[in-house]
């Protein structure tokens, strides 16, 4: 109410200094002043919500597109360095984990050679693929059942037209990082 009570006191003011000499630059200010007691019309309440459905949609499509341009630097910070994935208590025989390696999915396998990693990107359709020993010995992709190796990462059978991206394991002490090759 303070707010309204100034702007009432300047009009006011305005109104009985208009008509002194050296003031004429006041004549059309007290014609613009509105009455602050006047409901909002409707036609202003539908440019107000039609603007605002406006911004917020622009928003909603441009904030998706400036986070594409500009990566985050969480996603670029953990692409060069090492990632601790867990420890070897955490991959018996046959065991595998998808880990993230910066924005890419990595699986980390415990095959009959070893540990191993790789892309966990199916290199057919980008479907995110799986290792269980107890169903298959192959890495396996379940959008067409395309088979890699859990040794080497070559296709074995299916569709996919390229080998899965081999990552460098490293066991120290009893962790295992995995870092690009």
Same mark, same amino acid.
């Given at each position: 109410?303070s707010?309204? &009570?100034g702007?009432r006191r300047? &009009?006011?003011?305005v @109104?009985a200094? #208009?008509? #002194? /000499?050296?003031?004429?630059?006041?004549m059309?200010?007290?014609a613009? %002043?509105?009455?602050?007691?006047?409901p909002?019309?409707?036609?202003r309440? %539908?440019?107000?919500?039609l603007?605002?459905?406006?911004?917020?949609?622009?928003?909603?499509?441009v &904030? /998706?597109v400036?986070?594409?341009l500009?990566?985050?630097?969480?996603?670029a @910070?953990g @692409?060069a360095?090492?990632?601790l994935?867990?420890t %070897?208590?955490d991959?018996g025989p046959?065991?595998?984990?998808?880990v993230a390696?910066?924005?890419?999915?990595?699986i980390?396998?415990?095959?009959?050679?070893?540990m191993r990693a790789?892309? @966990?990107?199916?290199?057919?359709?980008?479907?995110? %693929?799986?290792y269980d020993?107890? #169903?298959?010995?192959?890495?396996?992709s379940?959008c067409h059942d395309g088979?890699?190796?859990?040794?080497?990462g070559?296709?074995?059978?299916?569709p /996919? /037209?390229?080998?899965?991206?081999?990552y460098?394991? &490293?066991v120290?002490?009893?962790d295992?990082?995995?870092q690009e090759a």
């Amino acid at each position: 109410m303070s707010e309204l &009570a100034g702007i009432r006191r300047i &009009a006011d003011w305005v @109104a009985a200094n #208009q008509n #002194q /000499p050296g003031r004429e630059w006041f004549m059309n200010v007290s014609a613009t %002043v509105e009455s602050v007691d006047r409901p909002v019309s409707r036609r202003r309440f %539908v440019r107000v919500l039609l603007g605002f459905s406006v911004v917020s949609s622009l928003s909603m499509v441009v &904030a /998706p597109v400036i986070g594409f341009l500009i990566p985050s630097r969480k996603r670029a @910070a953990g @692409a060069a360095g090492r990632l601790l994935v867990g420890t %070897v208590d955490d991959f018996g025989p046959g065991r595998s984990k998808v880990v993230a390696l910066g924005s890419k999915p990595v699986i980390v396998l415990n095959s009959p050679k070893g540990m191993r990693a790789f892309s @966990a990107i199916c290199t057919h359709l980008g479907c995110i %693929v799986g290792y269980d020993v107890s #169903q298959s010995p192959d890495i396996v992709s379940p959008c067409h059942d395309g088979h890699f190796s859990a040794i080497s990462g070559t296709v074995i059978s299916g569709p /996919p /037209p390229a080998p899965l991206k081999e990552y460098l394991v &490293a066991v120290q002490a009893n962790d295992i990082y995995v870092q690009e090759a």
